[in-house]
């Protein structure tokens, strides 16, 4: 068993739909963005150790506000709105996406961005600007190919060689990407060490 991680610590700690809810501007936060049913639930779940933080759903979109979880006082995880076919109206796509603008341009605490990619699907629109809101803000950014235990080694090799590539020619050297699986726990220990060194733990 590998020694014990602070992020186990981590737990919900609130919900905010408009910006006035949003907890102070201080300390550091790392914010998790991905498509809908791109594994992040499943993700933060592996980082932190825990089968139930973030709420594993069947139905594509369930987050819809930006959660909250405190790992220690003054350090956060943030769990975006997932993106993509999420089943909602449209007026409410328009007030997340511009709360998530207003987040992302303002938020003084917001120290790296990790985006969630199904290794099968990667690098689709939405992945690309939420990884270009983190590049323009001078922000690391970090990509997790999720489920890679569905494909093949070579497939996974692969994959991850093409994402490097088309990462490395949009963004330069600013953008991380490793292969992930929250089933296997394969990459958990180096996607783990990233978000902890951005929250300066």
Not at 121 to 143: E, F, I, N, S
Not at 166 to 184: H, M, N, P, Y
Request: charged share 20%.
């Amino acid at each position: 068993m590998a020694a014990s991680t602070p992020l186990a610590r981590a737990r919900y700690l609130l919900a905010a739909h408009t910006p006035r809810q949003l907890p102070p501007d201080g300390g550091f936060e790392v914010a998790f963005a991905g498509r809908s049913n791109a594994g992040k639930s499943s993700a933060l779940n592996a980082l932190c150790r825990q089968n139930a933080l973030a709420r594993v759903s069947r139905t594509p979109g369930r987050t819809q506000q930006l959660v909250f979880f405190e790992v220690e006082p003054q350090r956060y995880l943030v769990d975006l709105p997932g993106y993509g076919y999420a089943q909602v109206p449209r007026e409410l796509q328009a007030h997340w996406q511009a709360f998530i603008d207003g987040y992302f341009r303002s938020r003084e605490a917001l120290r790296g961005l990790v985006v969630v990619m199904d290794i099968r699907h990667p690098l689709r629109d939405y992945d690309r600007q939420m990884l270009g809101y983190a590049v323009q803000r001078g922000l690391p950014a970090h990509a997790l190919l999720t489920k890679a235990d569905k494909l093949g080694r070579g497939q996974q090799a692969q994959t991850l060689q093409a994402v490097r590539r088309e990462l490395a020619a949009a963004f330069g050297d600013t953008v991380g990407v490793q292969l992930f699986s929250g089933e296997t726990r394969q990459g958990v220990d180096e996607a783990r060490a990233v978000v902890e060194g951005w929250l300066g733990l």
